[in-house]
Protein backbone atom coordinates (compact mmCIF):
# COMPACT_ATOMS: atom_id res chain seq x y z
CA UNK A 1 0.00 0.00 0.00
CA UNK A 2 1.35 3.11 -0.84
CA UNK A 3 2.71 5.81 1.82
CA UNK A 4 1.30 9.18 0.95
CA UNK A 5 1.94 12.65 3.18
CA UNK A 6 0.66 15.48 1.47
CA UNK A 7 1.41 19.45 3.03
CA UNK A 8 2.74 17.54 5.99
CA UNK A 9 4.22 20.03 8.31
CA UNK A 10 5.92 20.14 12.12
CA UNK A 11 7.55 23.13 13.83
CA UNK A 12 8.91 23.17 17.12
CA UNK A 13 9.06 26.17 18.44
CA UNK A 14 10.40 28.20 15.47
CA UNK A 15 12.44 25.32 14.09
CA UNK A 16 10.73 23.67 11.09
CA UNK A 17 11.42 20.47 10.82
CA UNK A 18 8.98 19.36 8.26
CA UNK A 19 7.77 21.90 5.37
CA UNK A 20 5.25 21.43 3.29
CA UNK A 21 6.56 17.89 2.43
CA UNK A 22 4.66 15.83 -0.63
CA UNK A 23 6.14 12.24 -0.10
CA UNK A 24 5.19 9.03 -1.89
CA UNK A 25 6.40 5.70 -0.62
CA UNK A 26 5.22 3.10 -3.41
CA UNK A 27 4.34 -0.34 -2.33
CA UNK A 28 6.94 -3.53 -2.81
CA UNK A 29 10.03 -1.19 -2.79
CA UNK A 30 13.17 -0.68 -0.71
CA UNK A 31 12.46 2.97 0.27
CA UNK A 32 15.31 5.31 0.96
CA UNK A 33 14.75 8.66 3.16
CA UNK A 34 18.20 10.43 2.97
CA UNK A 35 19.51 14.13 3.97
CA UNK A 36 21.41 16.08 6.06
CA UNK A 37 21.20 15.65 10.08
CA UNK A 38 17.98 17.77 11.09
CA UNK A 39 16.36 17.50 7.73
CA UNK A 40 13.86 16.09 9.63
CA UNK A 41 13.69 12.49 8.69
CA UNK A 42 13.20 11.10 11.99
CA UNK A 43 10.38 13.66 13.00
CA UNK A 44 9.13 12.58 8.97
CA UNK A 45 9.08 8.71 10.89
CA UNK A 46 7.12 10.54 14.21
CA UNK A 47 4.62 11.72 12.28
CA UNK A 48 3.94 8.89 10.20
CA UNK A 49 3.68 6.43 13.31
CA UNK A 50 1.33 9.10 14.95
CA UNK A 51 4.04 9.58 17.68
CA UNK A 52 3.86 13.26 16.89
CA UNK A 53 0.99 15.20 15.09
CA UNK A 54 1.42 17.29 12.18
CA UNK A 55 1.02 20.92 12.22
CA UNK A 56 -0.61 20.26 9.05
CA UNK A 57 -1.17 18.15 5.85
CA UNK A 58 -2.38 14.18 5.20
CA UNK A 59 -1.16 11.66 5.88
CA UNK A 60 -2.61 8.07 4.41
CA UNK A 61 -1.55 4.73 3.79
CA UNK A 62 -3.32 2.25 0.99
CA UNK A 63 -5.73 5.51 0.30
CA UNK A 64 -6.66 5.55 4.27
CA UNK A 65 -6.42 8.29 6.22
CA UNK A 66 -4.16 7.62 9.18
CA UNK A 67 -3.69 11.62 10.10
CA UNK A 68 -3.38 12.13 13.61
CA UNK A 69 -4.22 8.41 14.54
CA UNK A 70 -2.68 6.74 17.39
CA UNK A 71 0.55 4.62 17.24
CA UNK A 72 -1.49 1.47 17.63
CA UNK A 73 -3.94 2.28 14.81
CA UNK A 74 -1.18 2.72 12.57
CA UNK A 75 0.65 -0.10 13.39
CA UNK A 76 -2.65 -1.98 13.11
CA UNK A 77 -3.10 -0.44 9.78
CA UNK A 78 -0.01 -2.19 8.58
CA UNK A 79 3.02 -0.06 9.22
CA UNK A 80 5.70 -1.08 11.62
CA UNK A 81 9.03 1.11 12.84
CA UNK A 82 12.54 0.79 14.61
CA UNK A 83 14.22 3.72 16.54
CA UNK A 84 17.34 5.70 15.90
CA UNK A 85 18.29 4.75 19.30
CA UNK A 86 16.86 1.26 19.09
CA UNK A 87 13.73 0.89 22.10
CA UNK A 88 14.60 -2.55 23.96
CA UNK A 89 14.17 -3.64 27.14
CA UNK A 90 17.75 -3.89 28.49
CA UNK A 91 17.34 -6.21 31.31
CA UNK A 92 14.56 -8.66 29.43
CA UNK A 93 15.95 -11.89 27.97
CA UNK A 94 15.79 -11.32 23.22
CA UNK A 95 13.10 -14.31 23.78
CA UNK A 96 11.54 -12.00 26.18
CA UNK A 97 11.72 -8.64 24.20
CA UNK A 98 10.19 -10.26 21.13
CA UNK A 99 7.34 -11.32 23.10
CA UNK A 100 6.51 -7.79 24.67
CA UNK A 101 7.19 -6.17 21.39
CA UNK A 102 2.98 -7.68 20.49
CA UNK A 103 2.00 -7.73 24.08
CA UNK A 104 3.35 -5.09 26.16
CA UNK A 105 3.52 -5.88 29.86
CA UNK A 106 1.04 -9.13 29.87
CA UNK A 107 4.14 -11.21 27.94
CA UNK A 108 2.33 -14.39 27.44
CA UNK A 109 -0.06 -14.09 30.92
CA UNK A 110 -3.48 -14.45 29.76
CA UNK A 111 -3.11 -16.63 26.36
CA UNK A 112 -4.04 -19.60 25.82
CA UNK A 113 -1.66 -22.42 25.85
CA UNK A 114 -1.92 -22.94 22.23
CA UNK A 115 -1.89 -19.68 21.31
CA UNK A 116 0.64 -19.26 23.92
CA UNK A 117 2.77 -21.90 22.14
CA UNK A 118 2.14 -20.46 18.57
CA UNK A 119 3.38 -16.59 19.58
CA UNK A 120 6.37 -18.47 20.74
CA UNK A 121 7.43 -20.10 18.09
CA UNK A 122 6.66 -17.07 15.89
CA UNK A 123 9.01 -15.23 18.44
CA UNK A 124 11.77 -18.29 18.27
CA UNK A 125 11.18 -18.03 14.22
CA UNK A 126 12.16 -14.15 14.06
CA UNK A 127 15.24 -14.64 15.92
CA UNK A 128 16.26 -17.41 13.71
CA UNK A 129 15.42 -15.38 10.82
CA UNK A 130 17.74 -12.73 12.27
CA UNK A 131 20.30 -14.72 13.02
CA UNK A 132 19.91 -14.04 16.80
CA UNK A 133 18.46 -17.33 17.74
CA UNK A 134 21.75 -18.28 19.51
CA UNK A 135 21.15 -15.23 21.97
CA UNK A 136 16.95 -16.08 23.12
CA UNK A 137 18.12 -16.67 26.69
CA UNK A 138 20.48 -13.61 26.65
CA UNK A 139 19.70 -10.43 28.64
CA UNK A 140 19.43 -7.47 25.73
CA UNK A 141 21.66 -4.96 27.44
CA UNK A 142 24.69 -7.65 27.02
CA UNK A 143 24.20 -8.14 23.53
CA UNK A 144 26.09 -6.09 21.18
CA UNK A 145 24.55 -2.78 19.85
CA UNK A 146 23.94 -3.99 15.84
CA UNK A 147 22.43 -7.32 17.99
CA UNK A 148 20.45 -5.05 19.82
CA UNK A 149 19.32 -3.40 16.60
CA UNK A 150 18.24 -6.95 14.80
CA UNK A 151 16.33 -7.96 18.02
CA UNK A 152 14.28 -4.98 17.64
CA UNK A 153 13.32 -5.82 14.24
CA UNK A 154 12.24 -9.00 15.46
CA UNK A 155 10.05 -7.31 17.25
CA UNK A 156 8.48 -5.63 15.03
CA UNK A 157 8.28 -8.21 12.72
CA UNK A 158 6.36 -10.09 14.94
CA UNK A 159 3.32 -7.80 14.57
CA UNK A 160 3.51 -8.64 10.29
CA UNK A 161 3.40 -5.22 9.22
CA UNK A 162 3.44 -4.66 5.55
CA UNK A 163 5.70 -1.96 5.75
CA UNK A 164 8.70 -1.21 7.47
CA UNK A 165 10.43 1.89 8.78
CA UNK A 166 13.90 1.51 9.61
CA UNK A 167 15.49 4.70 11.45
CA UNK A 168 19.21 4.60 10.72
CA UNK A 169 19.66 0.74 10.48
CA UNK A 170 23.42 0.38 10.09
CA UNK A 171 24.43 3.28 12.79
CA UNK A 172 26.70 1.77 14.84
CA UNK A 173 26.59 -1.11 13.24
CA UNK A 174 29.90 -3.32 12.67
CA UNK A 175 30.57 -4.18 9.25
CA UNK A 176 29.77 -7.80 9.35
CA UNK A 177 26.12 -7.31 10.25
CA UNK A 178 26.01 -4.32 8.09
CA UNK A 179 26.06 -6.78 5.32
CA UNK A 180 23.27 -9.24 7.37
CA UNK A 181 21.14 -6.28 7.32
CA UNK A 182 21.61 -5.54 4.04
CA UNK A 183 20.42 -8.85 3.28
CA UNK A 184 18.10 -9.28 5.38
CA UNK A 185 16.02 -6.35 3.96
CA UNK A 186 16.44 -7.45 0.36
CA UNK A 187 14.87 -10.95 1.46
CA UNK A 188 12.34 -9.56 3.38
CA UNK A 189 11.29 -7.44 0.36
CA UNK A 190 11.62 -9.78 -2.11
CA UNK A 191 8.62 -11.72 0.46
CA UNK A 192 6.80 -8.81 -0.49
CA UNK A 193 7.54 -5.97 2.46
CA UNK A 194 8.12 -2.26 1.75
CA UNK A 195 10.38 -0.53 3.43
CA UNK A 196 11.18 3.05 4.17
CA UNK A 197 14.75 3.34 5.44
CA UNK A 198 16.70 6.55 6.42
CA UNK A 199 20.51 5.63 6.60
CA UNK A 200 23.26 7.62 6.45
CA UNK A 201 25.37 5.29 5.26
CA UNK A 202 25.20 5.79 1.46
CA UNK A 203 27.27 2.35 0.26
CA UNK A 204 23.89 0.64 1.79
CA UNK A 205 21.87 2.65 0.31
CA UNK A 206 22.66 2.73 -2.95
CA UNK A 207 22.63 -0.81 -2.90
CA UNK A 208 19.54 -1.98 -1.47
CA UNK A 209 17.11 0.80 -2.55
CA UNK A 210 14.81 0.75 -5.73
CA UNK A 211 13.71 4.52 -4.86
CA UNK A 212 15.47 7.26 -2.75
CA UNK A 213 13.90 10.42 -1.84
CA UNK A 214 15.90 13.17 -0.48
CA UNK A 215 15.13 15.88 2.09
CA UNK A 216 16.62 18.92 2.94
CA UNK A 217 15.40 21.32 5.49
CA UNK A 218 11.96 19.46 6.08
CA UNK A 219 10.94 18.68 2.31
CA UNK A 220 12.09 16.22 -0.55
CA UNK A 221 14.31 17.76 -3.21
CA UNK A 222 15.13 15.19 -5.16
CA UNK A 223 13.33 11.39 -5.40
CA UNK A 224 13.96 8.64 -8.04
CA UNK A 225 16.35 5.20 -7.97
CA UNK A 226 19.82 5.26 -6.98
CA UNK A 227 21.60 5.85 -10.24
CA UNK A 228 19.67 9.23 -10.96
CA UNK A 229 20.30 10.29 -6.97
CA UNK A 230 24.03 9.55 -7.14
CA UNK A 231 24.15 12.32 -10.10
CA UNK A 232 21.95 14.87 -9.00
CA UNK A 233 23.76 18.17 -8.14
CA UNK A 234 21.15 19.08 -5.78
CA UNK A 235 21.78 16.02 -3.60
CA UNK A 236 25.63 16.61 -2.76
CA UNK A 237 24.59 20.09 -2.72
CA UNK A 238 22.41 19.79 0.11
CA UNK A 239 24.67 17.46 2.45
CA UNK A 240 27.56 20.28 1.86
CA UNK A 241 25.63 23.19 2.47
CA UNK A 242 25.95 24.76 -0.48
N1 LIG B 1 11.09 16.86 19.95
C1 LIG B 1 11.72 17.90 19.38
N2 LIG B 1 11.76 19.10 20.00
C2 LIG B 1 12.40 20.16 19.43
N3 LIG B 1 13.03 20.10 18.24
C3 LIG B 1 13.02 18.94 17.59
C4 LIG B 1 12.38 17.78 18.11
N4 LIG B 1 12.54 16.75 17.22
C5 LIG B 1 13.25 17.25 16.20
N5 LIG B 1 13.55 18.56 16.41
C6 LIG B 1 14.28 19.45 15.48
O1 LIG B 1 13.71 19.28 14.19
C7 LIG B 1 14.71 19.25 13.20
C8 LIG B 1 14.67 17.91 12.47
O2 LIG B 1 15.12 16.89 13.34
P1 LIG B 1 15.07 15.34 12.97
O3 LIG B 1 13.74 15.02 12.44
O4 LIG B 1 15.54 14.59 14.16
O5 LIG B 1 16.16 15.27 11.78
P2 LIG B 1 16.97 14.03 11.17
O6 LIG B 1 16.34 12.78 11.66
O7 LIG B 1 16.88 14.24 9.71
O8 LIG B 1 18.38 14.19 11.66
C9 LIG B 1 16.03 19.52 13.92
O9 LIG B 1 16.31 20.88 13.86
C10 LIG B 1 15.73 19.06 15.32
O10 LIG B 1 16.56 19.73 16.25
MG1 LIG C 1 17.11 11.17 12.75
Known amino acids: MTLTTTGLRKSFGG ?15 VNALIGPNGSGKTTFFNCVTGMIKPDAGRISYGGRDL ?6 VIAR ?26 RPGGLLH ?4 AHRRHELERAHHWLTRLGIEHLAGAEARNMSWGQQKLLELAGVLMAEPATIL ?10 ALLDRIGTLVRELNAEGRTFVIVE ?7 SISDHIVVFDR ?25
Do not use: K, W
Request: charged share 20%; proline share 9%.
Open 77 to 102: AGVGRTFQLCRIFPRLTAIENVLAAV
Open 166 to 175: LDEPAGGVNP
Open 15 to 29: VVAIDDADVSFLPGR
Open 200 to 206: HNMDLVM
Open 110 to 113: GLRS
Open 67 to 72: TGRAPH
Open 218 to 242: GRPIAAGPPAEIRADDRVLGAYLGV
